[in-house]
T-cell receptor, first 109, second 115 residues
Framework: DAKTTQPPSMDCAEGRAANLPCNHS???????VYWYRQIHSQGPQYIIH???NNETNEMASLIITEDRKSSTLILPHATLRDTAVYYC??????????FGQGTELSVKP | GAGVSQSPRYKVAKRGQDVALRCDPI?????LFWYQQALGQGPEFLTY????????KSGLPSDRFFAERPEGSVSTLKIQRTQQEDSAVYLC?????????????FGPGTRLTVT
């Protein structure tokens, strides 16, 4: 499975957009980019995934570069409840997820 | 609908004791996964079932760890002769898979403390 690189921590002001970057330069053609988040003392929660097109759902948007070597998760209007560790995972759909260290996002009032 | 549930939520065991952790997946989900999460780290894969078949147990750290899902629904993770290094949060996840959806839905975890 391809590895991902994420910044260890980021801050964001409440109400502003949070843009979380992820590098996955060794991603292969059949691997998807998945994002999960883990709020303190809870299990990870699925956010969004994509292959090569940009995706949007009620939680977030996912922007994948044309060469697929990096992506950005966008939370359009961050709230205090979005404070969590965000994991970017490249995944071949089926089988185990391989989590890295993730990005600890702190949303501040 | 109901999500993935795990019990107990907290377990304290003396070193050398056996423990059993239970996972109730979302009804109808084919796949079930166990992960171990040490403090300050991301979850690490332990084992994976598709229905009752254990397809991958490559992440189990030793032969003291055993998992089963005999009827393709509820799963139990058993740890024999617990050691202090087994202290962690044990997460269970289930997924529909089979071309429907590959998202994994996680339970709240069981926090195991070995004293």
């Amino acid at each position: 499975d391809a590895k991902t690189t994420q910044p260890p921590s980021m801050d964001c002001a409440e109400g502003r957009a949070a843009n979380l970057p992820c590098n996955h330069s060794t991603i292969s053609g059949n691997e998807y980019v998945y994002w999960y988040r883990q709020i303190h003392s809870q299990g990870p929660q699925y956010i969004i995934h994509g292959l090569k097109n940009n995706e949007t759902n009620e939680m977030a948007s996912l922007i994948i570069t044309e060469d697929r070597k990096s992506s950005t998760l966008i939370l359009p209007h961050a709230t205090l409840r979005d404070t969590a560790v965000y994991y970017c995972i490249v995944y071949n759909q089926g089988g185990k997820l391989i989590f890295g260290q993730g990005t600890e996002l702190s949303v501040k009032p | 609908g109901a999500g993935v549930s795990q019990s107990p939520r907290y377990k304290v065991a003396k070193r050398g004791q056996d423990v059993a952790l239970r996972c109730d997946p979302i009804s109808g989900h084919v796949s079930l996964f166990w992960y171990q999460q040490a403090l300050g780290q991301g979850p690490e894969f332990l084992t994976y079932f598709q229905n009752e078949a254990q397809l991958d147990k490559s992440g189990l750290p030793s032969d003291r760890f055993f998992a089963e899902r005999p009827e393709g629904s509820v799963s139990t993770l058993k740890i024999q002769r617990t050691q202090q290094e087994d202290s962690a949060v044990y997460l269970c996840a289930s997924s529909p898979e089979w071309g429907v959806s590959y998202e994994q839905y996680f339970g709240p975890g069981t926090r195991l403390t070995v004293t």
